[in-house]
């Protein structure tokens, strides 16, 4: 299918993540203070009444969002996204204890394993005497870090007048849910509003055959989550994931995060949108809209400003042409 949108990347807003997140053990970006976002002036928001420019950074940012998308002209819309990858679930403590090679060439493939064959002596998520990771469950770590996450929202929302995503989608796979709820029922409730996240398949980590992305139904879904909205045409069972298939490419991921940003930019009008969803998957959204590649430690929150430019369709441009 033809693109309907040009994305682009837009910086100078936020510091430079990728030369951040060489700063951090294995080269990955940690929520930063304030997000990120720069000082600078905002040309026409910055002309307003001098009590309105002394306010917080965020504050000046959010008109200034607004004002783009009042003044960009058809076709033309500007989105920012705060993109946050899950808490630390069990698939990655156990990589972590058996090392990427034997993760990749064996336990990824299994449904889990006795504590002692993966190295682990913590028996707290173990069933029937086995660690499972099949679309793996937070760890106790994980969830700390998704209540910390949810702190450092309602300071920076407080203080700086950061504002909350107008949407709120997140990948179906059980720890991209659980980290929505920690981090986002809080900030709701601080707020006054309700929390409905989106579910949508196409946040899902790259498609391989690892177990623990392979999705629970939807029933569990709808029976643990009852507040969240499940997309339209969302499955019973898990029709994606397959055991003995080629893995997704990195271009078909990339090709798949694309849809996900053009059906956003198609649907919804909100101006900040928030994405929960996995480490792969950030990656990819970074190589649709050209921004620079960095990687994202676990329960991390980074902004991502995007501009779309709609794509004439072709028989309109044969026609103005001829």
């Not at 930063?32 to 040309?43: N, R, S, V």
Request: hydrophobic share 40%; aromatic share 10%; net charge negative.
């Amino acid at each position: 299918m033809a693109p309907k949108y040009k994305f682009l990347f837009v910086p100078d807003f936020f510091i430079k993540y990728e030369e951040e997140a060489k700063k951090y053990q294995g080269g990955k970006i940690i929520t930063q203070p304030q997000l990120g976002i720069l000082t600078q002036d905002y040309g026409p928001v910055d002309e307003e009444p001098a009590t309105f420019t002394n306010r917080p950074q965020w504050a000046r940012f959010a008109e200034h969002v607004k004002n783009l998308n009042e003044t960009c002209g058809d076709g033309v819309s500007y989105k920012l996204f705060y993109l946050i990858r899950h808490g630390i679930g069990v698939h990655n403590v156990v990589m972590e204890a058996v090392g990427s090679e034997a993760w990749r060439t064996k336990f990824s493939m299994l449904d889990g394993a006795r504590p002692d064959e993966v190295n682990l002596k913590d028996t707290s998520l173990t069933h029937d005497g086995k660690l499972m990771w099949v679309d793996a469950l937070l760890v106790e770590d994980g969830i700390a870090q998704a209540k910390e996450l949810a702190e450092t929202w309602m300071k920076v929302t407080k203080i700086d007048e950061m504002p909350l995503p107008q949407s709120i989608y997140t990948s179906p796979l059980a720890r991209c849910l659980e980290t929505t709820k920690l981090v986002y029922e809080p900030v709701m409730a601080q707020q006054n509003s309700e929390l409905h996240p989106i579910v949508k398949e196409a946040l899902r980590e790259r498609l391989t055959n690892h177990t623990c992305d392979k999705r629970r139904s939807r029933s569990w879904i709808e029976k643990h989550y009852p507040n969240y909205i499940i997309e339209p045409g969302f499955t019973e069972n898990d029709n994606l994931w397959k055991a003995n298939e080629a893995p997704e490419t990195e271009a078909q991921h990339i090709e798949r995060k694309r849809s996900l940003l053009e059906d956003i930019f198609e649907h919804d009008d909100a101006q900040f949108i928030s994405l929960t969803t996995h480490s792969y998957a950030i990656s990819a959204i970074l190589a649709v809209v050209g921004a620079p590649k960095f990687r994202v430690s676990e329960s991390v929150l980074v902004p991502l400003f995007i501009k779309a430019k709609r794509i004439p369709p072709v028989d309109a441009i044969d026609i103005k042409s001829s």
